[in-house]
């Protein structure tokens, strides 16, 4: 069982202070580790040895495997090659690039393909809210995320700008979902989602930049935010 030394000495602090278990020992487990994680008792990088989890939670490794899988969806945990599951490293500095960079390139792309996105276009940016109000599985929100975008980028005419959003934008997943395990899926803003699509719909070109741009800035301080209250 892990010591005061070992990298998991929070975890198992952390254990010792929950006043109720939930319903089932996957759900224990990945209450608990997902708490650790985003309080920063369990530092980035982190090995999370099946077996030493098991030991500490008292239960069959079973659960434990289940609970790690949960956790990757939330972008929590990452699966290496040789290393197994390890607490996923994300920093402050590195959302904060991200978002400057997403805030240089896509009001770019955005104004080169407002004036030939489609009905079309239109429709299944639509369909695509629809789906990230329905979703259920965290997994697939921040794709869900990034095609929407996508969607309206898609008419840029210009396939390496296209491809530098693309990338930019399946980085950001992880920051997304980080922060949907953390604050809640209440937060992913659709408000804003909704806006963008109407202005470019009505071909609005500085005012779609406008939302997105505060769409983006919205959301690189809300990540920061999260990132200075954990300290």
């Given at each position: 069982?892990?010591?005061?030394?070992?990298?998991?000495?929070?975890?198992?602090?952390?254990?010792?202070?929950?006043?109720?278990?939930p319903r089932t020992a996957t759900e224990f487990v990945e209450a608990a580790l997902r708490q650790a994680i985003l309080g920063g008792q369990i530092a980035p990088g982190t090995p999370l040895r099946q077996e030493d989890l098991a030991a500490l939670f008292g239960v069959s490794r079973m659960p434990v495997r289940e609970a790690l899988r949960q956790l990757e969806a939330q972008a929590l945990v990452d699966f290496e090659p040789h290393k197994g599951a390890v607490v996923t490293e994300i920093s402050a500095e590195d959302a904060a690039d991200n978002y400057a960079i997403r805030r240089a390139l896509e009001p770019a792309a955005l104004a080169l393909s407002i004036p030939h996105l489609t009905e079309a276009d239109f429709e299944r940016a639509e369909e695509l809210i629809a789906d990230l109000d329905g979703e259920a599985d965290q997994a697939r929100l921040g794709d869900l995320n990034r095609r929407f975008h996508l969607c309206l980028y898609g008419a840029v005419g210009?396939?390496?700008?296209?491809?530098?959003?693309?990338?930019?934008?399946?980085?950001?997943?992880?920051?997304?979902?980080f922060h949907l395990a953390a604050k809640g899926?209440?937060?992913?803003?659709?408000?804003?989602?909704?806006?963008l699509l109407a202005a470019?719909?009505?071909?609005?070109?500085p005012g779609g930049q406008a939302v997105l741009l505060q769409h983006l800035d919205t959301a690189a301080a809300t990540i920061a935010r999260f990132f200075a209250e954990r300290g």
């Open positions: 069982m892990p010591t005061e030394e070992t990298p998991l000495a929070g975890l198992a602090t952390l254990l010792g202070q929950q006043p109720n278990r210009r396939p390496k700008l296209l491809a530098l959003v693309n990338a930019q934008l399946a980085a950001a997943d992880r920051y997304l979902r899926r209440d937060h992913l803003a659709q408000a804003e989602h909704r806006a470019c719909r009505a071909h609005d070109i």
